[in-house]
């Protein structure tokens, strides 16, 4: 059974303060790992898609990485708006379709 | 554009209401999925439609019935819905169901049942 675990599961930071969530997985054949970015009473908001170990994407503030084991999205220099639920997903096996296996998600706060 | 536009965004029902929810895309994406999410949990798979066609049923309670009356449409009919089905539900869509496919989410329903 595919999983996800994400840690902290909580993290409060000041203004400015750089950090990094983990994503740790044990999939059959990863497809596709997944960043979304989730505000309170709101959807997923899509972030990232990483395929393939060692590959990097990179969005304002956020950068996303990918090994054969986990993923880190590094914040850079976070702001106030970065507050959100951070949620990693994947996408994994040959007869499981677009199905996402969610990751419990990391809080982020972060303090001005 | 990635929109996913879901209605309506509150809704408030009694256990003996009959309600649908609405989510609709215009991106030409052929698969559509609905989410059931509590507070401080994960989305949590309900159905998936592919090409119109219900391809996937988490085992979800009879009291939830999914549509696809076209391939931009789908809805949730609910009724006789019991207090612990309150929740935020949310309307997914990709390209198809199959391959390395980006789900793009709306905003959701708020529901609340009394």
């Known amino acids: 059974e595919d999983q996800v675990t994400q840690s902290p599961e909580a993290l409060r930071l000041q203004e400015g303060e750089s950090s990094s969530l983990n994503c740790s997985y044990t999939v059959s054949g990863l497809r596709g790992l997944f960043w979304y970015r989730q505000d309170p009473g709101k959807g997923p908001e899509f972030l990232f898609t990483l395929y393939s170990a060692g590959e990097e994407k990179e969005k304002e503030r956020l950068k996303a990485t990918l090994t054969k084991k986990e993923s880190f999205l590094h914040i850079t220099a976070p702001k106030p708006e970065d507050s959100a639920t951070y949620l990693c997903?994947?996408?994994?096996?040959?007869?499981?379709?677009?199905?996402?296996?969610f990751g419990e998600g990391t809080q982020l706060t972060v303090n001005p | 554009d990635t929109e996913v536009t879901q209605t309506p965004k509150h809704l408030v029902m009694g256990m003996t209401n009959k309600k649908s929810l609405k989510c609709e895309q215009h991106?030409?994406?052929?698969?559509m999925y609905w989410y059931k999410q509590k507070a401080k949990k994960p989305p949590e798979l309900m159905f998936v439609y592919s090409y119109e066609k219900l391809s996937i049923n988490e085992s979800v309670p009879s009291r939830f019935s999914p549509e696809c009356p076209n391939s931009s449409l789908l809805n949730l009919h609910l009724h006789a819905l019991q207090p612990e089905d309150s929740a935020l539900y949310l309307c997914?869509?990709?390209?198809?169901?199959?391959?390395?496919?980006?789900?793009?989410f709306g905003a959701g329903t708020r529901l609340s049942v009394l």
């Open positions: 997903a994947v996408q994994a096996g040959e007869t499981s379709g677009s199905r996402l296996t």
């Open positions: 991106m030409g994406h052929r698969a």
């Open positions: 997914a869509s990709s390209l198809s169901a199959s391959g390395k496919n980006i789900q793009y």
